[in-house]
């Protein structure tokens, strides 16, 4: 069935020397980074992922720091819920227009304004003497910085024209990445100097600083009728996915796409410290770069999309993730090289940014304008299973064969996502140009 779904001949013949001729018409290379649909992406990227750390590894720190029990400290890991389940109520995003700025930017402000109340109630929280009323506001925090998620991903999907999704993803995810070494790093350097507390009252004002960003951000020059109910807005979403021939094969591509990569990420740490031999101060010296690794390849890939198409980039990069994975496997058998070490992180993030920002492409074209909230937040809910449920089949592929076989089977893993972005090229390239029809221009 699956392979049926996926033929090429279940769509009018859709020719590449179109596509260019598209992509020419709207883009020309560099000057779509002179825009303001783009340049509002840094920093609304960056208000996205600025709570995370905040309600994760940083608010960690702070527990232990405080003296918090491990116990205590475990069941703090629980708030982080919100993103896992934020489609439960995305569709109540969709349909709800508040009566300033906008569907989308309407949310926006709403939502980053109360994150910033949210951090400021944790700061005013003393953790060893109210923990639960800590717990209670970092798990307030965590949904509403996912219900901002809900709308910065149906923001960034509704505004970018379709040329600029590539760009525009690599642009978000440099923000993010960003944000996420402030909340972290930054966060736990601000600490020692002037204590948790102003730290988080200092991150609450850069989220309330954000709001100027909101303010002047373009609204969406297409705009989508929302759903007339909220009945509407649950259902609907799903029947209109269903309703297209290649759903089953899209839903393939989603969730087999990075898988390969998703087993590679797995284990790696357990494989640097336990299986090579690396100290941990090693291993995160090398992360760190890879992080800059990410967000040059982030970078690199958006910039090489505003010339090529969706599925050449899907693809391409598709390969290069796979093929990084042979970086693991030399370093399994060369043992402990700093040099082998560093080179394998570094290409494995590029190579893994460049595929990031076109599978975030990927999703937003396949979102309908009217439920971009629902569908963005289910679709990237399927990808996350990947990185979810791989860790034990990954140990038990380990425990089997061993490191170096099993990082040529993330390869082989990697594969199937590239099979289907193939089959289904001509209708992915469909979706990309044809979501416009259920959009009017707005005035």
């Not at 809900?150 to 970018?160: E, G, N």
């Amino acid at each position: 069935m699956v392979d049926a779904v996926l033929r090429n001949d279940l769509v009018p013949s859709y020719s590449y020397a179109h596509e260019k001729t598209l992509l020419n018409a709207n883009s020309t290379g560099f000057t779509t980074l002179l825009n303001r649909r783009l340049a509002v992406m840094l920093p609304l990227g960056f208000a996205s992922g600025l709570p995370l750390a905040l309600t994760a590894g940083t608010l960690q720190a702070w527990l232990t720091v405080e003296g918090v029990d491990l116990k205590t400290i475990g069941i703090f890991t629980l708030v982080g819920l919100p993103y896992t389940l934020k489609f439960l109520w995305a569709p109540v995003m969709d349909r709800i227009v508040p009566p300033w700025f906008g569907r989308r930017r309407g949310w926006m402000l709403l939502t980053q304004l109360c994150v910033a109340i949210g951090l400021c109630l944790m700061a005013l929280t003393n953790p060893r003497t109210q923990p639960e009323w800590l717990a209670a506001y970092a798990l307030l925090v965590a949904f509403l910085s996912a219900s901002l998620d809900i709308v910065f991903d149906a923001y960034r999907t509704d505004a970018l024209e379709s040329h600029e999704r590539g760009l525009g993803a690599a642009v978000w995810v440099n923000g993010y990445r960003v944000a996420l070494l402030v909340a972290g790093a930054g966060a736990l350097v601000l600490a020692d100097s002037v204590g948790w507390q102003m730290t988080y009252l200092a991150m609450a004002a850069v989220m309330l600083a954000g709001l100027v960003i909101i303010v002047l951000s373009p609204e969406p020059s297409r705009v989508a009728d929302p759903p007339k109910s909220l009945s509407e807005a649950v259902g609907a979403p799903l029947r209109e996915f269903f309703s297209r021939p290649q759903a089953v094969g899209f839903l393939a591509v989603i969730v087999l796409y990075k898988l390969g990569d998703a087993f590679a990420a797995s284990l790696q740490t357990a494989f640097l410290i336990g299986g090579i031999g690396f100290s941990a101060t090693d291993v995160g010296a090398a992360k760190g770069v890879g992080i800059l690794a990410t967000l040059l390849g982030a970078l690199v890939g958006g910039i090489m999309m505003t010339r090529s198409g969706l599925v050449q980039s899907l693809l391409a990069f598709g390969v290069l993730q796979a093929i990084s994975n042979l970086g693991f496997v030399v370093l399994a058998v060369a043992g402990k090289s700093s040099t082998v070490l560093m080179a394998a992180i570094v290409i494995e993030n590029v190579t893994g940014g460049m595929g990031t920002v076109a599978f975030v492409a990927l999703v937003m074209s396949l979102c309908d304008p009217r439920y971009t909230a629902t569908q963005f937040a289910l679709l990237s809910s399927l990808e996350a299973l990947g990185r979810v449920f791989a860790g034990r089949p990954s140990a038990d592929v380990v425990e089997a064969v061993g490191w170096t076989q099993f990082f040529l089977f993330t390869v082989v893993v990697a594969l199937p996502g590239l099979w289907a972005v193939w089959r289904l090229r001509y209708q992915i390239e469909r979706e990309q140009q044809g979501r416009s029809h259920a959009l009017h221009y707005a005035a």
